[in-house]
């Protein structure tokens, strides 16, 4: 069992940088990739971004691209998610999530891959 801690949500206004962390406890020594989804009110919880065990895979919904980067600390067991130029739309519960398969090249953007999931944070961006 792996134990997923999101922190670091709050409300922004548009243009404004968060930073989401996502510290894993339990079973970590298993080599896990790591996603960080979305959820906005009334709509489907959606892939944001995916960093391979390695690292050195990075994945990035179109959306977001250019202004969010996942990185990893693998000795604090923690993934981070480096949100700039918020914009409105980026309003959401955001999520992070373990994969048992460490370095996915497919399939990354499908929730139902992952194994462990968060309680998520609220990021909330105002215009």
């Known amino acids: 069992q792996v134990q997923l801690v999101e922190s670091g949500g709050g409300l922004v206004q548009a243009g404004d940088s968060l930073r989401l962390s996502c510290a894993a406890s339990?079973?970590?020594?298993?080599?896990?990739?790591m996603g960080w989804f979305r959820q906005a009110p009334g709509k489907e919880r959606e892939f944001v971004a995916y960093?391979?065990?390695?690292?050195?895979?990075?994945y990035y919904t179109d959306s977001v691209k250019g202004r969010f980067t996942i990185s990893r600390d693998r000795a604090k067991n923690t993934v981070y998610l480096q949100m700039n130029s918020l914009k409105p739309d980026d309003t959401a519960v955001y999520y992070c999530?373990?994969?048992?398969?460490?370095?996915?090249?497919?399939?990354?953007?499908?929730?139902?891959?992952?194994?462990?999931w968060g309680q998520g944070t609220q990021v909330t961006v105002s215009s």
């Open positions: 339990g079973r970590t020594f298993s080599p896990y990739g």
């Open positions: 960093i391979s065990w390695s690292g050195s895979l990075r």
């Open positions: 999530a373990a994969d048992r398969t460490p370095n996915r090249v497919a399939a990354y953007t499908n929730a139902g891959e992952y194994d462990y």
